[in-house]
């Protein structure tokens, strides 16, 4: 069983990880590295496991939209991405800061209007709307020090920026056999 560490003792060894991983990045020549996420839908019952390297996360639908709710919907799994998108750069931030953070919490919430996805009405939105995040914390940390994590946290958090400044998505439909 892994030792039980104190979110303290944690940032300690995610320092020396960062200062490791920094300078392997500062060694080697630029080169992104690929993101992959797939779904093959599941005949039958239209559950939704998505892919990303070893793991998998199901997404399904509510019973409103003929679901089995045995996971989220894919709007919520953005805003969980985005959840921990912001919890990981705090603790990066944090850790380069050296900040006495005791406990982190991170909540995100938004809203959606299923008539426009479900193109019920022209005038709602189809996008998730009114999206907010709340950062928790405890810990000997000043509200200036908080405050300047915050703003590296919008700077620098990948996935709060590609909602905030989307990205070019280019699609296509490929046939499967014949």
Wanted: contains cysteine; charged residues 20%; negative net charge.
């Amino acid at each position: 069983m892994a030792p039980i560490w104190s979110l303290r003792e944690f940032l300690a060894r995610k320092r020396q990880a960062l200062a490791a991983f920094r300078a392997r990045l500062r060694e080697q020549p630029p080169a992104p590295v690929p993101l992959r996420a797939t779904v093959t839908v599941a005949a039958g019952t239209g559950l939704r496991p998505v892919r990303v390297r070893d793991h998998t996360v199901l997404s399904d639908s509510g019973p409103a939209l003929g679901g089995y709710d045995l996971g989220p919907n894919a709007p919520e799994l953005l805003l969980a991405a985005m959840a921990s998108c912001i919890a990981h750069s705090a603790l990066a931030i944090a850790t380069d800061r050296e900040l006495a953070l005791d406990d982190l919490q991170v909540e995100v919430t938004g809203q959606i209007d299923y008539r426009g996805a479900m193109a019920v009405s022209d005038e709602a939105p189809i996008v998730p709307t009114d999206l907010r995040y709340t950062i928790r914390y405890r810990g000997e940390v000043s509200d200036a020090e908080m405050a300047a994590l915050q703003a590296d946290l919008e700077r620098l958090c990948p996935v709060l920026l590609a909602v905030l400044q989307p990205q070019a998505l280019r699609g296509q439909v490929e046939r499967i056999g014949s």
